[in-house]
């Protein structure tokens, strides 16, 4: 790994994380947050901008997948990412926390309100990137941060893209990286993985 990168998680790490989550003070939205990064790969800017039309169908129920428009995501590349079950579950249990929400209200909401008892605020990029740092100091988790989850989603991705029939190119297509060489850069290596290869050869 490169020095600076953050760690990827493994699957406990991610339980770690889900659990920090389900004992703080807002637990469905903050296990919305860490899903969106390991189970949809989104940047923090993504999370802070995700709004409930991006997740909802025509009748206003949780969809099957996330539809992140050009004007939230980095390069202007807007892009569709399929909701794995355990996210879409996960918003449906904030949704139904959230109760009244307007089509355009956020996802991940702060505590902040417009106008005293306006409709909610969205959390900034820079307030997500503090939750997760502040959640992985809590999960003990060393040299991870906001974008851990989002490099572990890659690298899962990569590593069974060829048992769902495709290639590379879905893999940076769900990243919205502008290049196939961007997406390499995301993926860790697997020091297991190598010794079985150079065993197979």
């Known amino acids: 790994m490169r020095v600076g990168q953050a760690k990827t998680l493994s699957d406990h ?41 991006m997740v909802t169908d025509g009748r206003g129920r949780i969809g099957r997948l996330i539809e992140l428009p050009g004007r939230v995501v980095k390069y ?13 579950a996960a918003l449906v249990a904030l949704r139904r926390e959230a109760c009244a929400f307007g089509h355009s209200e956020p996802v991940v909401a702060s505590e902040r309100r417009g106008g005293g008892n306006g409709p909610a605020l969205p959390m ?17 988790l060393e040299g991870c941060s906001s974008h851990s989850g989002r490099r572990t989603f890659v690298t899962k991705a990569a590593r069974l893209v060829q048992k769902a029939g495709g290639s590379l190119r879905d893999v940076q297509l769900l990243a919205g990286h502008r290049s196939i060489e961007t ?13 079985r290869l150079v065993r197979m050869m």
């Open 183 to 195: 997406t390499q850069a995301y993926i860790e290596g697997d020091a297991d993985i190598q010794r």
């Open 124 to 140: 900034t990029p820079k307030a997500v990137v503090n939750w997760f740092a502040a959640a992985c100091r809590e999960a003990g």
């Open 76 to 88: 202007g590349m807007g892009r569709r990412v399929p909701l794995h079950a355990e996210l879409r």
């Open 13 to 53: 790490d991610t339980r770690r994380l889900l659990k920090v989550a389900s004992d703080s003070r807002h637990p469905h939205r903050n296990k919305v947050i860490v899903l969106l990064s390991v189970r949809a790969g989104l940047r923090a800017s993504e999370i802070a901008r995700l709004n409930w039309s």
